[in-house]
Nanobody, 126 residues
């Protein structure tokens, strides 16, 4: 059974940075596309970034290009997300999600996922 465990959230001041980590276990990491998805208060979930092992590609949502940086570590089975120059509108629960047999994210991230983590809260406030 696939498990996804997020860590690294918390209360951060505007302008600061946060590094989130997603740990994957229970299956072959290489067989999955892994994503960070967020849900802000009162809003629907939206994808932030996704990655696939097959072509080692990363696909960022338009809003995430620039201050969001993802890194996949295939040896540790993790996908980290660093957010720089945090703004209050970045406040959200950030989820890690996995989609099986999704070979490439060059054309975009999955529309649905097979597994979700429990999420980690990021609150940007002074």
């Amino acid at each position: 059974q696939v498990q996804l465990v997020e860590s690294g959230g918390g209360l951060v001041q505007p302008g600061g940075s946060v590094r989130l980590s997603c740990a994957f276990s229970g299956a072959t990491f290489d067989d999955y596309a892994i994503s960070w998805v967020r849900q802000a208060p009162g809003k629907q979930r939206e994808g932030v970034v996704c990655t696939s092992r097959r072509d080692n590609s990363l696909h960022y949502a338009e809003f995430a290009r620039g201050r969001f940086t993802a890194s996949r570590d295939n040896a540790k089975n993790t996908l980290d997300l660093t957010i720089d120059i945090l703004k209050p509108e970045n406040t959200a629960v950030y989820y890690c999600a996995a989609k099986s047999y999704y070979p490439s994210v060059v054309a975009g991230c999955p529309d649905s996922y097979d597994y979700w983590g429990q999420g980690t809260q990021v609150t940007v406030s002074s």
